[in-house]
């Protein structure tokens, strides 16, 4: 019995990675699969369990990546599972656009109820994190009759062109593509490591702040014409760094002083993920625009802009989506909320609490660590060559990503030279204290490479 529950809990590898059933699905996929898809190790997942995932062949892996932080109540969860096969034998698919559905209004007033501010929110249904930003971008314009956006280098807001155009993560992600959205600005993010220039990290804050009040607004673009700023309270594909709460209270109070609209990002780091309901919770902020998704239906296709009711006052047919709000989705949202709400945010931080106080010291115990940081289950790792010049070393992060998998542990990379692990909220101690372990045992081995 204890055997089934240490493998139930803990990887369990049966042939060398990946498997041969593995490798045959690998090969057929980069004959059909577009290649612009990337992937860090070959995994082939055929099911899923909790923190668990297995492949064709039989090899089982404890999954810290969570789908890059989307299944938030593990894979499967037995009550979200119940819900969408309930929901699938009763209605897939009513279009909001046309008609009603109670359990949209339902947990639109729920998800209205978590948002920071008294003020009424409204709802908006979606598919994904980029349509949410989208949908925040096109409200942004419609409410302030300004066109001009703002957001940050490193931040990272979807791929469809208008979220790529306020994206600033990686070159590749917009090569080729050609022109994108006009009167979108960058200003540096405050990296309270590195520093908003790479230099005065213990004013990152200010400094970023400064930038956009003495730079932006005086040379680039008046204040006047800006209709929102956007920014992830943590940058996720930029290499999960929180911006410093006295950041985000200047950057709110920025907002207000000129009439401009602020739009948190919270599509990987909202639905608990950081111990709280929303990463901004921490800097006790209230965003005019908040969108989500990932985290927010255990894997099923959903994302959602809450606003406040006052700027969400578009008219009838000015924004919609045929999909968006879906029932199955919805319900299986529902079940995650439930989740989320009697246990899961409160282990989300406890166990954080847990990573750290075994981590928090990996920079003075590793040559290639130069920083350790994050929030609940939302952590990265950052690799440098020298942890005096902090030079980059995304080779050594990715040789350990590798050696991880070797291991049967999964984890994935954030921005150049940082590791991120993001693994289900329903994690025990005794999963966090394998990955830990397995990590620590990885990096020695990249120590050697410094």
Known sequence: ??????????????????????????????????????????????SGRGAMVEDPDGNIFLDFAAGIAVVATGH???????????????????????????????????????????SPKRVYFGNSGTEALEAAMKLARYHTRRDKFIAFYGCFHGRTLGSLSLTASKAVQRKRFGALLGGVFHTPYPNPYRGAYGVRPEHAAADALAHIEGELFRRLVDPEEVAAIFIEPIQGEGGYVAAPPEFLRGLAELCRRHGILLVVDEVQSGMGRTGKWWASDHAEIEPDI???????????????VIAKSEVMDWTAGAHASTFGGNPVSIAAASATFDLL???????????????????????????????????????GIEFVRDQRTKEKAPELRNQVIQAAFKRGLLVLGAGENTLRLCPPLIIDEEQAEFALRTLDECIWEADRSV
């Open 76 to 118: 499967c969860h037995p009550d979200v599972v119940a819900a969408i096969q309930k929901q699938s034998a009763r209605l897939i698919h009513m279009s909001s656009t046309d008609f009603y559905c109670e359990g949209m209004v339902e947990f639109a007033e729920r998800l209205a109820s978590v948002v920071p501010g008294k």
């Open 290 to 304: 908040l969108c989500t998704a990932k985290g927010i239906a255990s894997g099923m296709p959903l994302g959602a």
């Open 1 to 46: 019995m204890q055997v089934a529950e240490k493998v139930r809990k803990l990887p369990h590898l049966v042939t060398a990675l990946p498997g041969p059933k593995a490798r045959e699905i690998v090969e057929r996929d980069h004959q059909v699969i577009s290649p612009s898809y990337t992937r860090d190790y070959p995994l082939v997942a055929k």
């Open 341 to 379: 709400e009697s246990g899961l945010i409160q282990n989300a931080a406890r166990l954080g609490e847990f990573i750290f106080s075994r981590i928090g010291d990996w920079p003075q115990r590793h040559r290639c660590v130069g920083n350790v940081r994050g929030k609940g289950l939302m952590i």
